[in-house]
């Protein structure tokens, strides 16, 4: 006679089932936490490039002005300027806000030409092609040679200004 064999069904999870359900339960929680609010990931990253394209130019600025016996990069005298690609147009616009308005334009090709900066930064929410000339950034050097460097565009309205 064959003896048969019972094998008692214990009903629970193995280690390696539960590992597997957690995994699949924190995969699905970080593609939830992704897709929750894209645009503003993408915000915060282009103000972060913001911060550190305003922080660059104000940096090449204020070194250059060191290394040239107090000699700014263009001639600028207590008025705001739209930073412009060489050649830009110097029409009065509105810039950031109404408190400021462009008087002009200034060209920071000789920052770049002499080194003190690798290129002129655009805005990042600028689509930029050959010709543009605005970039998206202001420069107000006043009398008390103090230099501030913003950027007209921000993310959730956010104010993103350096001073030298």
Request: aromatic residues 10%.
């Amino acid at each position: 006679m064959e003896r048969a064999i019972k094998i008692k069904n214990k009903g629970g999870f193995t280690l390696i089932e539960l590992i597997i359900v957690v995994a699949i339960i924190a995969l699905l929680a970080a593609a939830t936490f992704v897709a929750v609010d894209p645009a503003k990931r993408i915000g915060d990253t282009q103000n972060a490039q913001r911060w550190s394209d305003v922080t660059a130019l104000a940096d090449a600025w204020m070194k250059y002005t060191v290394d040239n016996n107090g000699t700014v990069p263009t001639t600028t005298s207590n008025i705001t300027y739209q930073i412009t690609k060489y050649g830009g147009a110097t029409s009065t616009v509105n810039i950031c806000d109404a408190t400021s308005t462009v008087n002009g334009t200034v060209w920071i090709d000789t920052l770049v030409d002499n080194g003190y900066i690798g290129s002129i930064p655009y805005d990042p929410n600028t689509d930029y092609v050959d010709g543009t000339t605005s970039t998206g950034y202001y420069l107000h050097y006043d009398g008390n040679h103090t230099l501030t460097v913003g950027a007209c565009n921000t993310y959730n309205s956010a104010t993103i200004r350096v001073k030298r």
